[in-house]
C-alpha cells in the first residue's frame, strides 16, 4: 500500500504559520469590507454603479476563495498544499505591488513607501516561505514511512 501524501503532515516552521495567519486576517478584512463597507479597505468608493459593484463583489469572492483555501492548507500542514496557497498570494501581491503604487504615483513618497511596504512585509517573506515550503516537501517523509523502515508494511 502506498502512503497518501495528500494526508502528509509536515513540520511547518511557527514564522510560516504566522504569516498564513496574518494573509488570513487581512484576506477576512479585504473580504469584509469589500462585500459591505468598501470605504474601509478603499477610500473614497461609491456602490452607486452597478459596475462598483460588481467589480467588489468580484474582489470579495476571490478573497473569500484564497481565505477558504490558506485556512484548508493551514489546518492541514502539509508543505506542498502550503507552498500553492504561499504561490497564489505571492502572485496575488506581486501584481498588487506595481497597481497600488501606479495609481498613487511610483515618484510621489506615498507610492515608493507602498510599494517598499508591499516588497518587504509581502513579498520577500512570502517568496522565503515558498521557497522553505519546496525544500520541506522534498526532503519529509511520506506519510507511514516510520512504519515501512520498522519493517512493518
Known amino acids: 500500500m502506498t502512503p497518501n501524501a495528500n494526508c502528509r503532515r ?25 462585500y459591505f463597507a468598501p470605504s474601509l479597505a478603499f477610500g473614497d ?23 477558504v483555501l490558506t485556512l484548508m492548507a493551514l489546518k492541514s500542514q502539509n508543505a506542498v498544499f502550503l507552498a500553492y496557497t504561499f504561490l ?40 522565503m516561505a515558498l521557497l522553505k515550503l519546496k525544500k520541506l516537501a522534498a526532503t519529509a517523509r511520506p506519510v507511514g514511512a516510520e512504519f515501512q523502515s520498522a519493517g512493518w508494511w
Open 88 to 127: 497564489m498570494h505571492l502572485l496575488r501581491e506581486l501584481q498588487d505591488m506595481f497597481i497600488v503604487p501606479h495609481y498613487l504615483g511610483f515618484t510621489t513618497p506615498r507610492g515608493m513607501a507602498i510599494f517598499g511596504v508591499f516588497l518587504l512585509v509581502f513579498v520577500i517573506p512570502e517568496l
Open 45 to 67: 468608493f461609491s456602490l452607486e454603479r452597478i459596475a462598483n459593484q460588481q467589480a467588489m463583489s468580484t474582489l470579495a469572492g476571490r478573497n473569500v476563495v484564497m481565505l
Open 10 to 34: 509536515d513540520p511547518i516552521p511557527k514564522w510560516i504559520n504566522a504569516l498564513s495567519l496574518l494573509i488570513v486576517a487581512i484576506l477576512a478584512f479585504q473580504s469584509f469590507s469589500a
